[in-house]
């Protein structure tokens, strides 16, 4: 008979009071401990047997884990335990930064956000991640603590594969660092999942785009896509075509077909890798075209 | 696996309670306080019956481990109505015909009543994108919106 209540397996919790203490404790019991935040993947990924660990490591409660800091000059500095809500509500992140909390407002509901973090989104390293996207395209960076000290890793290579990151054991993600983004930039999210709400995403597409004089259409475009390869995808090329030529509807058709040729999704459960190839080419279509009116818009009201 | 023993305030009594490491806030709540009013429908974080307010917020209690909640303050459904007069929320599901099998019923008020204190006048949309993770198998929903919105009008409801 299938339990539909399973509980949780046993496991120890432990809540060490420094950082160095935590990520000590993480290599002492390496392939036994875990650390989490939210828990929100965690909780289910060992409910459902799939992860087995002896302890579960909590260090919410640590020096900077739930502050979000803007400076004009630096950018915008996440608490690796800042949970979505928490994004959404952040003035300084709407003012500067809104395709995050576009992007956070689309996973699973409120009572999930309340728990559920960026960090964990990435470091969950699933490329069907709602969040990655809108980090990718705004150039995220991550602090690591790790036994070693104190190192910053690029997101774009923080990518392995399904589950993979290039952290090592102990390491431990204290901060989600944003640079200030482009003057004028204009972004979209377009998740498609099974329902309107709280699925993961079939295929997501993220698209920013930014006036820049040094380029001949007078635009740069950053295109990220989610659910469709191994890891979340950045596709320069397309982002290429469209700093060449202006973006008239046949440039948007063009990148958005190079963009569909980026990537190589599968079959499963929520869609084929057929139909999610052609999604992707015409919601990076819709995306584009709705940054690149939103930027012509912008552009006239200066 | 260790216990641990936490300290906890619950619909404004201070709980002291011993809990394994893997037992969930909702676990918590119905085998150790008594209080199964919250609901486990899928212990996943999906359908929201286990819905309380932890620290002014709503929460799945199925995704909370009880030993991160010591210290904190957790509202549950029981502690909703006030010297045996129910809350605007409980009569308004009541009037509107809000209910039916009732087990979402808990979980919905939970995230209606936090709705409310952070938005005192919710628009229609607004009120179901709060409830976007409170699944109810039986009514179709419209008379939970009809509900929060006949509360939302009455001015006690904020305040209490
Ligand atoms: C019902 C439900 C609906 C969901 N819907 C969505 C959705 O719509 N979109 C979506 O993208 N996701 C969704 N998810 C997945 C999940 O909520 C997100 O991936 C969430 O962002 C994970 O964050 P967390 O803090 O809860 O992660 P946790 O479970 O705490 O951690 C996830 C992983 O990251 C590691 N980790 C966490 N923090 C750190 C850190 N600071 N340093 C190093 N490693 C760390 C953990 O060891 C673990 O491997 C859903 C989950 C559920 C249960
Ligand atoms: S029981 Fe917690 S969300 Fe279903
Ligand atoms: S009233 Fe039955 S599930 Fe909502």
Redesign the interface.
């Known amino acids: 008979m299938i339990n539909?209540?399973?509980?949780?397996?046993?496991?120890?919790?432990v809540k060490p009071g420094t950082m160095a203490e935590a990520s000590r404790f993480l290599v002492d019991h390496v392939g036994e401990a875990r650390l989490f935040t939210?828990?929100?993947d965690t909780?289910?990924r060992m409910?459902d047997g799939f992860w087995k660990e002896k302890y579960?490591v909590?260090v919410k409660h640590l020096q900077g884990m739930r502050t979000i800091r803007f400076d004009p000059e630096k950018g915008l500095t996440l608490g690796a335990a800042v949970n979505m809500?928490e994004v959404i509500a952040s003035a300084e992140v709407n003012a500067h930064y809104p395709l995050l909390a576009e992007a956070a407002q689309t996973v699973?509901?409120?009572?999930?956000r309340?728990?559920a973090t960026i960090a964990g989104n990435i470091c969950n390293a699933s490329p069907a991640g709602d969040t990655l996207g809108a980090c990718l395209v705004y150039n995220a960076s991550l602090y690591v603590h790790g036994v070693d000290g104190l190192r910053d890793e690029l997101l774009r290579t923080f990518f392995c594969g399904p589950g993979k990151t290039v952290l090592h054991v102990g390491d431990i993600v204290t901060e989600l660092n944003f640079p200030i983004p482009p003057q004028g930039a204009r972004g979209k999210y377009i998740k498609l999942g099974r329902n309107v709400?709280?699925d993961l995403a079939i295929v997501g597409i993220t698209v920013l785009g930014f006036p820049d004089a040094d380029v001949p259409s007078g635009f740069r475009y950053r295109i990220a896509l989610a659910s469709v390869a191994p890891t979340p995808l950045v596709v320069e090329a397309a982002g290429g075509l469209l700093e060449e030529k202006a973006a008239s509807a046949e440039t948007i058709e063009a990148a958005a077909q190079l963009v569909m040729e980026a990537c190589s999704p599968i079959d499963d459960v929520r869609g084929s890798a057929r139909y999610r190839k052609l999604m992707v080419r015409n919601l990076t279509r819709r995306a584009l075209t709705q940054v690149a009116s939103d930027l012509a818009a912008s552009g006239e009201a200066h | 696996m260790s216990n641990h023993k936490i300290n906890v305030t619950v619909n404004g009594e201070v709980e002291v309670v011993e809990v394994p490491a893997n037992m969930t806030l909702l676990r918590m709540l119905r085998e150790k306080l008594a209080l199964t009013g919250t609901k486990n429908g899928c212990s996943a974080g999906e359908c929201g019956a286990c819905t309380v307010i932890l620290n002014g917020e709503p929460v799945n209690s199925c995704m909370v481990l009880a030993v991160e909640c010591d210290g904190a303050s957790v509202m549950t459904i029981e502690g909703l109505s006030k010297d045996g007069q129910l809350h605007a929320l409980q009569q308004a599901v009541i009037d509107q015909g809000a209910v039916q099998c009732g087990f979402c019923t808990p979980g919905v008020l939970m995230s209606a009543y936090a709705l409310l204190q952070r938005n005192a006048k919710p628009t229609d949309e607004e009120i179901r994108e709060a409830l976007v993770g409170n699944l109810c198998r039986c009514t179709g929903y419209n008379r939970i919106v009809e509900a929060v919105k006949q509360a939302a009008d009455q001015p006690e409801t904020v305040a209490a």
Do not use: K, M, W
Not at chain 1, 4 to 13: D, I, K, N, Q, T
Not at chain 1, 108 to 112: E, H, N
């Open positions: 539909v209540h399973a509980g949780l397996p046993e496991f120890e919790y939210g828990g929100t909780f289910v409910r579960l909590d809500n699973a509901s409120y009572q999930l309340n728990r709400i709280s």
